[in-house]
């Protein structure tokens, strides 16, 4: 989801948590700076609800919870909350604060043209500093795409790219099984159209 900057004047974490109980409006905090929120358009909308259901199946009676957009993350104490598209937690912790999740194993953010650039660059350098993240997936509004960065057993990042129309968004320890076709069904994003190579 996009954002659009609040202010240039710096917040102490009490006063953006003062700031987030009186708000309609949600924001991000990242080291004293606060970020409204601006509205999803309702494709963006559509592609987090159907990731949420897919993994709300596959998870149910796992011990784990499924969350979309209004949860906050704790980044880092104190220093940076952000609200992603839809997270996942199985930490018991985690159930214990009804605002917040710090144990997390996956982070989809759906991309907007204003904050693409952004999620798949400094946001996801600072998710990987959460040491129970195993799971980043990023999709896309404007085709069939979906770009899913998984940890590794030594704390490598795999990328794998799903864009073909036949492909299945598969996390078996997440016992996700999600076919593009059903990621991307009631919304209006057409399928990756490749232009062929000129001769």
């Not at 864009?163 to 996390?171: A, F, G, H």
């Not at 999600?178 to 991307?184: C, S, T």
Request: aromatic content about 10%.
């Amino acid at each position: 989801m996009g954002h659009a900057e609040l202010q240039t004047r710096r917040y102490t974490a009490e006063e953006y948590f003062a700031l987030e109980a009186a708000s309609e409006v949600r924001h991000e905090y990242f080291d004293g700076e606060i970020f409204a929120m601006a509205g999803a358009s309702k494709s963006h909308n559509l592609l987090a609800q159907n990731v949420a259901s897919g993994l709300r199946g596959g998870l149910r009676g796992k011990g784990c919870q499924v969350f979309m957009e209004d949860v906050r993350l704790v980044v880092k104490e104190n220093n940076h909350y952000a609200y992603p598209d839809v997270l996942v937690s199985c930490d018991p912790d985690d159930r214990r604060d009804p605002y917040l999740v710090r144990q997390l194993v996956l982070i989809v953010e759906v991309l907007s043209p204003s904050t693409a650039e952004y999620d798949r660059t400094e946001k996801f350098a600072q998710y990987q500093k959460l040491p129970s993240l195993r799971h980043y997936l990023l999709v896309s509004q404007t085709a069939w795409v979906v770009e899913w960065f998984r940890r590794d057993e030594v704390g490598q990042w795999i990328y794998t790219l799903l864009s073909e129309p036949t492909d299945v968004l598969e996390i078996p320890d997440l016992g996700l099984h999600l076919p593009l076709a059903e990621l991307y069904d009631d919304t209006d994003v057409a399928p990756l159209r490749v232009a062929p190579l000129a001769q």
